[in-house]
């Protein structure tokens, strides 16, 4: 069997974001695909939610729920990496914010 050489796309300019496979891009399209059509049918469910069919409450936390499965489904294939910040030593590890100040406090207490 010929090996077929896989091309890459340039990644987004968005930070942590790598260039992608043609698959892993068809992989994300179709998923994509897939949330439209679930997110349409939301939305003819939504334009009875006037009348006492269907809760509103609960068709718009379904949306949330279908749009951060999607949304996590979509990370899992593009592996999207963690960023540098000025001043870090590593990025997987450092705080920010409040939380910091209150690692850098236990660790004065522990010394």
């Given at each position: ?56 409450r ?22 999207p ?6 001043g ?24």
């Amino acid at each position: 069997m010929a090996s077929r050489s896989m091309t890459k796309t340039e990644g987004l300019p968005v930070a942590g974001y790598q260039p992608q496979s043609e698959h892993r891009i068809a992989l994300v399209n179709a998923f994509k695909e897939t949330e439209e059509r679930l997110l349409r049918e939301l939305d003819a469910m939504a334009d009875t939610a006037k009348h006492p069919r269907f809760d509103p409450r609960w068709l718009a936390t379904a949306r949330t729920h279908f749009e951060q499965g999607f949304m996590a489904l979509n990370r899992s294939v593009f592996r999207p990496s963690r960023v540098r910040l000025p001043g870090d030593e590593c990025p997987e590890t450092r705080p920010i914010g409040a939380a910091q100040a209150a690692i850098d406090a236990m660790r004065a207490e522990e010394m």
